[in-house]
């Protein structure tokens, strides 16, 4: 039965043209890190966190459905104030693109624990008020089949860094790192778990304020699928050698995440 509504609502998701951007990303060229095509990875969102009478850009995020959005656990603290903002590029200018949604209801796995990051299960569902409209710079992302752990593919990690950092939407090409490389002794060792996907940590790597952002996936079917969540890194330095990023692996939890959407629709 649940293997069943898990085929419908992937077959759902396609209606919805889930990961074909209308502005195809340029990844001809992605080495180190650059700013993204505008508007090529539409599900990208900018969450954020109210301080005082203004909201400040706290972590990334997926827009999985039309009122659905994947992030990191971690992310989402009791009792704080939270926005969506979608189709952003440019965090230092109003583009006209940007579309805000109030947070209705906020789902955190019930096995995450912020004391044990190590534990894993670093995801939280965000219901939005209402759908955003649908357009060149706002879509969705497709979710993978459930188990799925290798990726095969190749991997695109965003982010939307807003700082001393650029305020523009940034890509990086981030090589998979093989489990039972990451989790040898002298690289992460016993902190990674099944549930997580180990990536760059060569020359670039995720960092503060990246946290939730979408490790994407292009398939076979020309689809980009959100195969990670972006979960922690190195606490002494963002791009350690032999410490790559680490990402909840989203095809371990397909069918936690729908049964959560259609529970709440």
């Not at 998701?13 to 539409?42: I, K, Q």
Request: with cysteine.
């Amino acid at each position: 039965m649940m293997q069943m509504l898990v085929f419908l609502l992937l077959q759902a998701a396609y209606v919805f043209g889930c990961g074909t951007p209308a502005v195809p990303p340029d990844t001809s060229r992605v080495v180190n890190g650059e700013d993204a095509r505008p508007h090529s990875w539409p599900w990208q969102i900018s969450l954020q966190v109210k301080h005082g009478s203004r909201y400040h850009h706290t972590c990334g995020g997926t827009l999985i459905g039309p009122r659905w959005v994947l992030t990191a656990g971690h992310c989402i603290w009791p009792g704080d104030v939270y926005r969506v903002v979608l189709g952003e590029h440019d965090m230092s200018a109003q583009e006209g693109t940007e579309q805000i949604r109030d947070i209705l209801r906020i789902i955190v796995h019930p096995k995450w624990d912020i004391d044990f990051v190590a534990d894993g299960n670093d995801l939280a569902l965000l219901k939005l008020d209402k759908s955003p409209i649908m357009k060149d710079s706002v879509g969705v992302a497709c979710l993978p089949e459930a188990e799925i752990s290798e990726l095969g593919c190749e991997t695109l990690y965003t982010r939307i860094i807003h700082g001393p950092m650029p305020d523009k939407l940034q890509q990086a090409s981030l090589p998979v790192v093989e489990h039972s490389l990451c989790t040898r002794s002298d690289w992460w060792g016993a902190t990674i778990k099944s549930t997580m996907i180990c990536a760059g940590g060569d020359v670039v790597s995720g960092c503060h304020g990246d946290s939730g952002g979408p490790l994407n996936c292009l398939g076979q079917d020309g689809r980009w699928y959100i195969q990670g969540v972006t979960s922690f890194v190195s606490s002494r330095t963002c791009n350690e050698v032999k410490k790559p990023t680490v990402f909840t692996r989203v095809s371990a939890f397909t069918e936690w995440l729908i049964t959560k959407k259609k529970l709440y629709y």
